[in-house]
Structure formats: structure tokens, C-alpha cells
């Protein structure tokens, strides 16, 4: 693999940890304030990380 | 407890599998990198055989051979031992086959490959309907769900809760329709779609599965499978739409009409993005999830000292190990629940009254 790939690399991970660190923490505070509610909450942030973490992949394989 | 102790066992089969493949690379000094590279890259792919291990020195292989079906100018069926592990040149009604990188090639008798100037070989493929590793698992997979859930199935004849292996599988069949299908769909229509549900769910979390046990089997890392799971999620979400579907599609209501326009091809692509992020998605975990854990198997042969590489590699193949059983259960509940979402959007029916209410509610 050449330099750019592997810094394009580099930036998907980033940008995917970035992004899946921001759904759990928002996750956390939501089950916090209505722990009653956890489990649509926990629906609704799988359902969002597993679209998040397609487009990751898609942007590492192609 | 018990789910560490069935993992170690699988792991350390895994290792001594690996430890017999590689056995001829400690003396020769053959280049161990490369090889661990081609054992990666044959493990990934789809093969003819199914091989259990193989014996580097003496260049055996355990398994036992699969039957190749050709179409190229009528229907050849042959075993795959002809082949004996890609190194044979097949003649079969006066054409010859050769097996080059886990594909059959059309050769001449010396069964030359030529490779182009991209590197690829410009060799004519046959048709090839072999039943491969892959799909050899997959019918072992299908006939092993129809034992489980036909059996299942005909328990409710008799009595209401089932006896046996049934009292494993009803949670989860319960588990599938009530937190996938009913809060996805909608509890008017969920019926219809419970059956594709439960065996795109049992059929990808079984084969899964069995991807982390020594058997070595790569079927959802295998993109065209996932294209094909992928593809009927997205004909049964076409199929089942109804017309509030295709008019949010082609003529949304309430937007002006030069954003109709620009928005139309963006709708039609959005339907097709879909099932595309489903293919990528399982086939990029579970390919991933090999990929690592044979790597860190590999530590042990590519690190100097032996005594610390080995409780290394041993310790992180377990923690992935563990990952990846968690994985194997994500992946296809993931699965799931995506199509039953995308199924969901499609046959869900709103008239506008109710969206005036939910705007008016939220301002």
C-alpha cells in the first residue's frame, strides 16, 4: 500500500472512532436521564453505529 | 465459564492446525512473510476441496475432495481430486482445466496460464457450478436450520412449549419477532416477513459460527454470498412497497418542484446504497475478523523468540476470539434488523394527517 492510502486509512479510523465515541457517549447520557428508555435507546444507537461502521468499511475497502 | 473453555479449545486446535501447515518453514528458511500472506489469501477464498490441515513436509492434505460441475459445452461432473490441490492439469472431453488462485481456468495439455500485462490470467473460465467448500457448507448449514426448526415446528402439533433442543431455540425465535420484526415493521404486517427474517438470521449467525471453528470456513467473508443475502433484502423491500414508497421516492410531496427533479436520482440511488452498506458490512466485519485472527496466530512464527511470542499470541487470539463470538451474533442481528427496518420504511403507511400532528407536536 502506498503513503496516501495508508493516511486516507488512518483517517477513516479516525473519523469512525470519532464518530462511534460520539453516538455512545450521547447513548450513556440518554440511558442516564431515562434509564427506563435504555432499551429503545440501545436499539436506536446499534442501528446507527452499524450504519456508521458500513460507510467505514466501504471507505477502507475501496 | 463454559464459553472460554469451548473458545480454548477451538484456539488451540486453530494453532496446531496452523502449526502443521507451517512446520516445513522453520528449516528451509523459506520466506515465513509470504507464506503467512498465501495462508491468509487461501483461507480467505473459496476452495475446491475441503481440506481440514495440511502437512507442509510431506505435502498431504486431510480433507476430503468436493464435485466439480462445468458447463462449457455440455455438463462435466468430476471430483475435485483430479485436480489434487491445484498442481494437476484436468482433461475432460478434450479440454483441459486448471485450478490457478481458487478458480478454473481453461489451459492447453500443459496447462500453461497466461497472464496478461494487469497480472491477471486472460485464460476462457467455464461455467463453473462447482459445489465449492462454500457452498458445501452452505447446504450443511440450510439441512442442519431445517432439522432444527422443522423439529421445532412440529413440537407445537403436541403440546405448546417445546421439549428438548426446541426450549434453545424458541428465545430466539421470540427474540427475532419481537425486538426485530414487531418494533421494525409494525405489528399489522410482521407476519409475512417473519420467515425471511429468521432464516437470513439463523442462517448468517450459524455460519458465522462456524467461520471460528478449526473447520476454516470463510462463507459470509465471501463478498458474493453477502451480495446475494443483500440482494434479497432489496428485491423483498421493492416488492413489498407500497405507493406511499415509490411517491417519497419520484415525487415527494411538499418539496418545490426543481428539487423533485435533482432529488429523484437520489432517491432511486438511495434504494440501491442500502443493501450495498448490508453486503459491505457483514462481508467487511467477518473478513476482517479472519484476517486478524490468523495474523495473530502467525505472531508465533514471524516473532525471534519463541517462548514470549507464543503466551502473545495466544492471549490476543484469545481476546479476539472472544470479540468474534460477540461478532458472529452482531453481525447477523444486525442484519436483521436493517432489513426489517428497510422493510419496515417500505411498507409503512402514513397519511398526512399524522404527519401535520407529529410536526404540529414537535413545534
Not at chain 2, 501447515?21 to 491468509?40: H, L
Not at chain 2, 432511486?268 to 458490512?281: D, N
Not at chain 2, 451474533?329 to 432489513?339: C, E, G, N, V
Request: proline share 3%.
Amino acid at each position: 500500500m502506498e503513503i496516501p492510502a495508508l493516511v486516507g486509512t488512518g483517517l477513516i479510523v479516525i473519523g469512525a472512532g470519532y464518530g462511534l465515541g460520539k453516538i455512545g457517549s450521547s447513548a450513556m447520557e440518554a440511558i442516564a436521564r431515562q434509564p427506563e428508555a435504555s432499551g429503545n435507546i440501545q436499539t436506536a444507537m446499534i442501528i446507527i453505529a452499524a450504519l456508521l461502521e458500513g460507510l467505514s468499511f466501504a471507505a477502507l475497502i475501496l | 465459564m463454559q464459553n472460554f473453555s469451548i473458545t480454548s479449545v477451538f484456539l488451540s486446535l486453530l494453532v496446531f492446525t496452523s502449526v502443521s501447515i507451517f512446520a516445513a518453514s522453520g528449516e528451509g528458511q523459506v520466506d515465513t512473510q509470504s507464506k503467512i500472506n498465501d495462508f491468509i489469501d487461501h483461507h480467505l477464498q473459496d476452495s475446491y476441496d475441503y481440506t481440514f490441515f495440511s502437512d507442509g513436509e510431506t505435502n498431504k492434505h486431510y480433507g476430503f475432495s468436493l464435485p466439480i460441475i462445468l458447463i462449457d459445452n455440455g455438463l462435466k461432473v468430476f471430483s475435485s481430486s483430479r485436480f489434487d490441490h491445484g498442481t494437476a492439469v484436468v482433461e475432460e472431453s478434450g479440454k483441459y482445466y486448471k485450478v490457478y488462485n481458487s478458480k478454473i481456468y481453461e489451459t492447453n495439455a500443459a496447462g500453461d496460464i497466461n497472464l496478461g500485462e494487469t497480472g491477471y490470467p486472460t485464460n476462457d473460465r467455464p461455467l463453473d457450478f462447482s459445489i465449492t467448500k462454500n457452498v458445501a457448507t452452505m447446504f450443511f448449514v440450510g439441512i442442519l436450520l431445517i432439522l432444527a426448526f422443522g423439529g421445532l415446528a412440529r413440537q407445537y402439533k403436541k403440546r405448546s412449549v417445546p421439549i428438548g433442543f426446541g426450549r434453545v431455540l424458541e428465545p430466539l425465535v421470540l427474540y427475532v419477532r419481537d425486538e426485530i420484526a414487531i418494533p421494525n415493521i409494525g405489528e399489522a404486517k410482521y407476519k409475512k416477513y417473519m420467515s425471511y427474517l429468521l432464516t437470513v438470521f439463523f442462517f448468517i449467525w450459524l455460519i458465522n459460527v462456524l467461520g471460528m471453528t478449526p473447520l476454516g470456513v470463510n462463507v459470509t467473508g465471501n463478498i458474493a454470498v453477502t451480495a446475494c443475502l443483500a440482494l434479497f433484502t432489496y428485491f423483498i423491500t421493492q416488492f413489498s412497497a407500497n405507493k406511499d414508497y415509490w411517491k417519497h421516492i419520484f415525487w415527494m410531496p411538499g418539496v418545490p418542484i426543481v428539487m423533485k427533479i435533482i432529488l429523484i436520482p437520489i432517491e432511486i440511488l438511495g434504494t440501491l446504497t442500502k443493501p450495498f452498506a448490508l453486503m459491505i458490512r457483514l462481508f467487511a466485519n467477518i473478513t476482517a475478523g479472519h484476517v486478524i485472527v490468523m495474523g495473530l496466530v502467525s505472531l508465533i512464527f514471524i516473532g525471534k523468540n519463541a517462548a514470549f511470542d507464543t503466551p502473545l499470541s495466544v492471549f490476543l487470539t484469545l481476546f479476539l476470539f472472544v470479540i468474534e463470538i460477540l461478532v458472529t451474533f452482531l453481525q447477523a442481528y444486525i442484519f436483521t434488523m436493517l432489513s426489517a427496518l428497510f422493510i419496515g420504511l417500505a411498507v409503512e403507511e402514513h397519511t398526512h394527517k399524522e404527519v401535520e400532528a407529529e410536526t404540529n407536536e414537535i413545534i
